[in-house]
């Protein structure tokens, strides 16, 4: 009795398990989404400031890393295909 109480077990613990893996994909998809809009636009709301190069944005991450002691970090925009600063 023992034995089926434990296969029963098992079962509800591998669909609670399917069940979470199912529901935290969804979950991850949306947050996603929200990083790749994100990178354009201020936590404010508004668009962030565009470098023309790479140097360009790299000398502002610089700058704003040692005047704020904040790790700061470049990366091109796949929106406006300017470079952007932002938290690394
Ligand atoms: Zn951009």
């Not at 023309?52 to 610089?62: F, G, I, K, N, V």
């Not at 704003?64 to 796949?78: E, G, I």
């Given at each position: ?50 470098y023309?190069?790479m140097?360009?944005a790299q000398?502002a991450a ?10 700061m970090s470049a990366y091109r ?6 470079f952007h600063i932002?938290?690394?």
């Amino acid at each position: 009795m023992l034995f089926v109480a434990i296969i029963i077990l098992a079962l509800i613990a591998l669909a609670i398990y399917w069940l979470t893996r199912t529901s935290e994909a969804k979950r991850s998809g949306g947050t996603s989404l929200r990083r790749t809009a994100a990178s354009h636009i201020n936590a404010n709301g508004t668009p962030k400031r565009g470098y023309a190069s790479m140097d360009a944005a790299q000398d502002a991450a610089r700058k704003q890393s040692a005047s704020t002691n904040q790790s700061m970090s470049a990366y091109r925009c796949s929106t406006c295909k300017l470079f952007h600063i932002g938290h690394a």
